[in-house]
């Protein structure tokens, strides 16, 4: 179906295909693809369907973490849609982990709304965050 919506059932419905389907309550299911970048850095990849995470406030947007003190994007969550497409990217304000920060733990991407994608991040991803949240 290449991007089209469709109403097939969650069961059917799996990372890969290439359509989107509305549930009964008229929330939109597509697989994102979401790369994490630190620096230059590439952390791993994971799967998630927006629409499966209301703890995420369904984000559909891409994040990009922003320093207030050195004025420097340090981290990226990059998100593409099932057609291949990057999604835009929302500026979050957390300071990289040089600078102190008094609402989160600088350079955490689990920032703000964000703690609910720890189990589905990257063993490197996870790993560096257990080093930033131990110090």
Same mark, same amino acid.
């Given at each position: 179906?290449? +991007?089209?919506?469709?109403? !097939?059932?969650?069961?059917? *419905?799996?990372? +890969? /295909? !290439?359509?989107?389907?509305?549930?009964?309550?008229? /929330?939109?299911?597509?697989?994102?693809?979401?790369?994490? *970048? @630190?620096?230059?850095? *590439?952390?791993?990849?994971?799967?998630?369907?927006?629409?499966? !995470?209301?703890?995420? +406030?369904?984000?559909?947007?891409?994040?990009?973490?922003?320093?207030? *003190?050195? +004025?420097?994007?340090?981290?990226?969550?990059?998100f593409t849609d099932s057609g291949g497409r990057q999604k835009s990217l929302e500026?979050? /304000? @957390?300071?990289?982990?040089?600078?102190?920060? !008094?609402?989160?733990?600088?350079?955490?991407?689990?920032?703000?709304?964000?703690?609910?994608?720890?189990?589905?991040?990257?063993?490197?991803a996870v790993r560096r965050e257990f080093r930033i949240h131990s110090q």
């Amino acid at each position: 179906m290449n +991007g089209q919506l469709s109403s !097939q059932p969650s069961s059917s *419905f799996s990372p +890969g /295909t !290439q359509s989107a389907w509305v549930d009964s309550d008229g /929330t939109l299911h597509e697989w994102y693809k979401v790369m994490i *970048f @630190v620096g230059r850095d *590439f952390l791993g990849e994971f799967s998630l369907d927006p629409g499966n !995470q209301p703890e995420l +406030g369904y984000r559909r947007s891409g994040v990009a973490y922003y320093c207030p *003190f050195c +004025g420097e994007i340090w981290g990226r969550l990059i998100f593409t849609d099932s057609g291949g497409r990057q999604k835009s990217l929302e500026a979050v /304000t @957390v300071s990289c982990e040089k600078h102190p920060d !008094q609402w989160n733990i600088p350079g955490s991407l689990l920032a703000g709304r964000l703690a609910a994608l720890l189990p589905l991040l990257p063993e490197a991803a996870v790993r560096r965050e257990f080093r930033i949240h131990s110090q």
